[in-house]
């Protein structure tokens, strides 16, 4: 069979791979995605678009799963997610297949960043555009993870980690806010961090925002505009109904205005 | 009118012993046939010839404290003993045993090749392989040789994060998952010790005696087995060789001699 032998992704000659770099920029223009690992629940959440109203917002899933006990969402071109996560779940069931065992999160981790990097280096193939956040719970072990990828190939482990709009914004809120956490508390700390970019743009469809983490944006409809799932290790993956994510987002809207109203209350007395 | 063969005719020379079958047609077939008269199974038969019968005795069984192998050391070419002192029972790795019956080439190359394999996936994957896993590997190889004239019949026995495992794999490709097995021309003979005297909660002193009774066993009425009973134990951390004890000496051990009394001769006066 024919094949091209011309790379496309060649190195600059100040030691950078332009094509990989374009490819991260193109998973920084893609909706945001966050994961967070607590001690036993791991939480995917995606921003979403508001719906297009003809739109069977079924047909667009963006957390899936690979296996049983693992889960993925990703950030960038949805096309390429789909042949990488379809590369995936075969070697899910192929690895079954082999060694009688399920996948751990770092052996199909390292399998999806090993065929991200095999499209760096190979004729005639351009880089995936896209990072993933993929998690999981381990057989047997039962530990929980939390890993990324990006178009590059490289990947390594995380507590928790944002990718696509507004990462940065993300990964700087989950770092100020992020402690070891466990049911409920994993989900809040998800949405939370979601909320204080997806906000943004429920209101205004502006990229770049530098607002500080405290300057806080009440959402109106943040149920709409994300897409929360939670993995757990008996239940495996459940995605979160709208109801459900209101409540949620409702929950957090009350504590938010309870601490306002705690710092303005010692200041008055004072 | 006669009808006319004459396409059917050809130039080559008559070979095997099928012409009579053609009356009337005045030909033989244009290539070689062989000189038998079985056509369909006469190459069976050519395997068989030389299918090397696994002239061995090994076994391998699950117990309460982990897994136990043993083996007998005869290497036989036909009637003659070519070694007594063959080691039958393969180290894959400080936690996996193989055994062999078979081929001896097959099985140490093979066992070796498993060897690799599963340190590369410890390397790969940061956690040792499982005995499930290992089994599958060379399962999945020997199946890829099917039908090419490897033998191998070997039991794969190890301890991994699931506790004890045993399997058995053979060249037909062949594996099959179990607790108790014994493979080789003596195994009858050993699975008669084995399954009479074999308990599910026995001490590693009672098991290793077990084993090696079995062995001496398949060793005194089988001609292809032999040598020096080995017997291995592998425990949650790893395998250890626990005795290696020749059967001559297991066979008086077992039958001890009566000293009969001798008549006393008449003393030269």
Redesign the interface.
Known sequence: MARYDRAITVFSPDGHLFQVEYALEAVRKGNAAVGVRGTDTIVLGVEKKSTVKLQDSRSVRKIVNLDDHIALACAGLKADARVLINKARIECQSHRL????PV?V??IT?YIAGLQQKYTQSGGVRPFGLSTLIVGFDP?TDVPSLYQTDPSGTFSAWKANATGRNSNSMREFLEKNYKETSGQETIKLAIRALLEVSSFFSKSDVSCVSTAMHDLIVVESGGKNIEVAVMTKEHGLRQLDEAEIDAIVAEIEAEKAAAEAAKKAPARES | MKIDFSGLESTAPLCGANSEMFDGISTSPSFQIPDTTDFDDFQKEAIQMVKPAKGTTTLAFIFKEGVMVAADSRASMGGYISSQSVKKIIEINPYMLGTMAGGAADCQFWHRNLGIKCRLHEL???RR??V??AS??LA?ILYSYRGMGLSVGTMIAGWD??GPGLYYVDSEGGRLKGTKFSVGSGSPYAYGILDSGYRYDMTVEEAAELARRSIYHATFRDGASGGVASVYYVGPTGWKKLSGDDVGELHYMYNPVEPTVVEQEMSEA
């Not at chain 1, 082999?98 to 065992?101: A, G, K, P």
């Open positions: 082999t060694v009688e065992d751990t770092e052996y390292r047997y | 790969a994957n940061k392989i499982s499930t896993g599958k590997l999945n994060e699931k």
